[in-house]
C-alpha cells in the first residue's frame, strides 16, 4: 500500500523556522495538503494543492514541492504552533492516506 | 456557518456495530463529498473512505471494505458511517470531514468535532 513519511518529530526555538518533510513516490503527480492538529482538537487545513494558504491561516505557513518530497515550512515559528501535522496525498486509485504526522516542539 | 456536527461518544462490545452521524449545515449538502477519518488514542491519522451524499456512491480503504457502510439522509443533510464486527482495535475517535473540491482540491476542508467510539467487553 502507499505510504507517506514523515520525521516523527522537530523541535525549533521561538522565532526560528521549522521545516518539516513528507516523501511519497506519487506525490510528483498528486497535490499534497497538511494539517495541524492540536491536543484533542479536530484536524485544520494549513496548505492545500502543494502550496496554497486558506484564509485565515498565518502567512508563516506555506508548502512547497520537489521530485517525491513536500515540504512545510513554518517561519517565525510562535509557540501557538506547537501542534502535531500531517501531511495527506492519494495514490494512483484515488485513495487517501495521511503520513504518520510529526510532533512539532517549540523549545 | 459553514460545520459538521457529529454525534455523541458510543460504547460497544467486540462483535457488535456502531452508526454515527455527521450533520452538516451552513453549506449545500450534495455539492461536496463526506470522508470518514479515524485516529486511535495516540497515534496518526487513518482515512476510511468517502461518500457522495447527491449519488450515494462510495469508495471505502481496503482495510475496511466488508466491515464499513457510509451512508446518507438528504433531507436532513446527515451522513452516516457504520462499522461492524467491533474488535478493541477500532477504539478511536472518528471524524468526519467535507473534501473541499474543487477550490481545495481533494483537501479536507471543514471536519467534525470527532466523535469517540470504545470497544470493550
Known amino acids: 500500500s502507499y505510504e507517506l513519511t514523515q520525521p516523527p518529530s522537530v523541535s525549533v526555538s521561538p522565532g526560528q523556522t521549522a521545516r518539516i518533510t513528507c516523501s511519497g513516490d506519487?506525490?510528483?503527480?498528486?497535490?499534497a495538503y497538511w494539517y495541524q492538529q492540536k491536543p484533542g482538537q479536530a484536524p485544520v487545513l494549513v496548505i492545500y494543492?502543494?502550496?496554497e494558504r486558506p484564509s485565515g491561516i498565518p502567512e508563516r505557513f506555506s508548502g512547497s514541492s520537489s521530485g517525491t518530497t513536500v515540504t512545510l515550512t513554518i517561519s517565525g515559528v510562535q509557540a501557538e504552533d506547537e501542534a502535531d501535522y500531517y501531511c495527506q496525498s492519494a495514490d494512483s486509485s484515488g485513495t487517501r492516506v495521511f503520513g504518520g504526522g510529526t510532533k512539532l516542539t517549540v523549545l | 456557518q459553514v460545520q459538521l456536527v457529529q454525534s455523541g461518544a458510543e460504547v460497544k462490545k467486540p462483535g457488535a456495530s456502531v452508526k454515527v452521524s455527521c450533520k452538516a449545515s451552513?453549506?449545500?449538502?450534495?455539492?461536496?463529498?463526506i470522508n470518514w477519518v479515524r485516529q486511535a488514542t495516540g497515534q496518526g491519522l487513518e482515512w476510511m473512505g468517502w461518500m457522495n451524499p447527491n449519488s450515494g456512491n462510495t469508495g471505502y480503504a481496503q482495510k475496511f471494505q466488508g466491515r464499513v457502510t457510509m451512508t446518507r439522509n438528504t433531507s436532513i443533510s446527515t451522513a452516516y458511517m457504520e462499522l461492524s464486527s467491533l474488535r478493541s482495535e477500532d477504539t478511536a475517535v472518528y471524524y468526519c470531514?467535507?473534501?473541499?473540491?474543487?477550490?481545495?482540491?481533494?483537501?479536507?476542508?471543514?471536519w467534525g468535532q470527532g466523535t469517540m467510539v470504545t470497544v470493550s467487553s
Open positions: 451552513g453549506y449545500t449538502f450534495t455539492s461536496y463529498d
Open positions: 506519487a506525490l510528483p503527480k498528486q497535490y
Open positions: 470531514a467535507r473534501t473541499g473540491f474543487p477550490y481545495y482540491g481533494d483537501a479536507f476542508d471543514i
Open positions: 494543492k502543494d502550496s
